[in-house]
């Protein structure tokens, strides 16, 4: 008999905390519409016609803490639906602006029909909808959910006080098991961010898996006899898949992925610069400038300014030709990887992606997505989930995985280097002053003004470390927001670390504070005693 082939799909869905209850609007909460409308709404979509047609297929998802928190949300809840709305004004407007054009006219029907997708089920589920719709698939076998860092902290450079790791790790599976009435069975590392040791926090957390990039398995010790075609595992029972290097190649490469195909949908082309203000009334901010709104017209075409109109047909041959290319590419490595006899443990192939690629960042994305499932699992390929495959393949060999991240480099160094080093810094001393904090005030009630301090300090502290904001920073996108947010956070920490500290705590600010950063509700300080 042979061995059954694996092909595990992971997708990791996140966005960080963004949440500016002060302010009556704020362009980056349009990050989570962005996201709604062009990727989680479509895979749900997709994920129920699979269900509806019978197909076997299923994935994993992953959903951040800080992502779930502004799903369930009710103030973003409203304001998402402000935004959805105009939206969806737009796109009348642009559908008898555009009148039969033939290459615009299809794709503003496409996009109404994504924001009124996004609309329907925001209105129908409440706030919370969007997470009951991925739960009732999961419930259904289609999905396996797991989670991710409580903030998405990227741990190794945490690592010098392992109070702040294993805060980040259980905090996450604490909210999870709230969210979802169950523990995470596995873990996302914030960017696959990993040094040898950590599986000990991971596992005392309670995860099964983690997901590395592939250097972190290949490098291991010893040398793992199938590379990356089988996960290994730690010598405390903790199992670690490796990325298989082709699947991201093929979706990553900036020169030669799918997405840079030139017939594809350009992604920094947006009406919202294009068009005259009064197209875009209701849209663009009340105090002037001009942002994206989704509506893109045009194709890659190529180097250079000028762009030509988008082809959806000629689009959609493209997605079949890769799809194509995917499965027969991908079919001939499980088979490499097969032969020989080779049924113990048996071949898997594992393809991490962020959930937003798909659909924001590569606009043809989830209909790739959809024919490569429906299309592997024609070829016979089970597409399983890390449970599912540790389930039939309970012999591993084990290994010590090597320091490794999926970052430009390969480690640390794009949340490390001379843009970042000083928030770096700054968040380590923060760290070492809620440790001395939890061990000073451990004996406090719940529910004292001490202990909702120490709880708020604890938010703000997680919320500062949020991978996001130096790789933000040090990509130079999103202009001064995120080192603001990171300074923003430590101000509040230190604000709660003073006031501790000179039992000087003013309930008001500290009810101001809880609502400015209203999550992680009943979070443990003595995690960092």
Same mark, same amino acid.
């Given at each position: 008999m042979s061995a059954a082939r694996h092909f595990c799909l992971i997708l990791h869905a996140h966005l960080p905390y963004v949440r500016h209850p002060e302010q009556e609007e704020m362009y980056e909460e349009s990050w989570l519409v962005e996201a709604l409308v062009e990727s989680y709404v479509p895979l749900l979509g997709l994920l129920a016609a699979q269900q509806a047609d019978g197909v076997a297929a299923s994935l994993t998802l992953s959903l951040s803490p800080t992502l779930l928190t502004m799903l369930g949300d009710p103030l973003l809840h409203a304001r998402t639906l402000i935004r959805l709305d105009r939206l969806d004004h737009l796109a009348a407007r642009e559908a008898i602006r555009v009148g039969d054009d033939p290459l615009l006219a299809p794709l503003v029907t496409v996009y109404r029909q994504r924001v009124r997708a996004a609309l329907d089920l925001l209105e129908s589920g409440g706030a919370g909808g969007v997470i009951a719709a991925f739960a009732r698939l999961r419930d259904q076998g289609r999905i396996e959910i797991i989670t991710s860092a409580a903030t998405h902290g990227y741990l190794p450079l945490l690592r010098d006080e392992p109070r702040a790791v294993r805060a980040q790790l259980a905090v996450a599976q604490d909210f999870y098991r709230r969210v979802f009435d169950r523990p995470s069975p596995g873990l996302w590392l914030p960017e696959c961010g990993y040094y040898p040791g950590l599986e000990q926090a991971v596992a005392e957390a309670g995860y099964g898996y983690v997901v590395l990039d592939s250097h972190g398995i290949a490098?291991? *010790?010893?040398? !793992? @006899?199938?590379? &990356? *075609? %089988? !996960? &290994? &595992?730690? %010598?405390n029972g903790l199992a670690a898949f490796g990325r298989d290097p082709e699947s991201s190649h093929r979706v990553w490469s900036r020169d030669e992925g799918y997405p840079a195909d030139v017939w594809y949908r350009d992604f920094h082309r947006d009406i919202g610069f294009d068009l005259d203000a009064a197209a875009l009334a209701g849209v663009l901010p009340k105090g002037g400038g001009r942002v994206p709104t989704g509506f893109k017209y045009h194709r890659i075409t190529g180097r250079? =300014? @000028?762009? =030509? /109109?988008? =082809? /959806?047909d000629r689009a959609r041959e493209r997605i079949a030709a890769h799809v194509a290319h995917f499965r027969a590419d991908r079919g001939r490595a499980l088979a490499r990887a097969a032969a020989g006899g080779r049924e113990n443990p048996e071949p898997v192939l594992v393809a991490p992606f962020d959930a937003e690629l798909f659909g924001h960042w590569w606009f043809e994305g989830p209909a790739w997505l959809d024919g490569v499932m429906r299309g592997m699992a024609a070829d016979g390929v089970a597409l399983s989930t890390p449970t599912a495959y540790l389930a039939a393949n309970p012999v591993l060999q084990n290994v010590q995985p090597a320091a490794s991240s999926w970052g430009e480099g390969g480690y640390n160094e794009y949340w490390l280097n001379a843009d970042t080093d000083g928030l770096v810094r700054d968040l380590g001393v923060a760290a070492r002053r809620m440790v001395d904090l939890a061990r000073r005030f451990k004996a406090? %009630? !719940?529910?004292? /003004? @001490?202990? @909702? %301090?120490l709880q708020q300090a604890a938010r703000s502290l997680l919320l500062a470390q949020a991978s996001d904001w130096p790789f933000l920073v040090h990509a130079g996108s999103a202009g001064d927001y995120p080192a603001r947010r990171v300074r923003d956070h430590l101000a509040r920490f230190h604000h709660l670390d003073r006031a501790l500290d000179t039992g000087t705590i003013e309930p008001r600010i500290l009810a101001a504070l809880e609502f400015m950063d209203d999550i992680f509700p009943g979070i443990d300080p003595s995690l960092y005693a």
């Open positions: 490098h291991g *010790t010893p040398n !793992p @006899r199938y590379g &990356v *075609t %089988a !996960p &290994v &595992v730690c %010598a250079g =300014d @000028r762009k =030509d /109109l988008y =082809d /959806l406090e %009630a !719940p529910g004292s /003004l @001490r202990h @909702r %301090a």
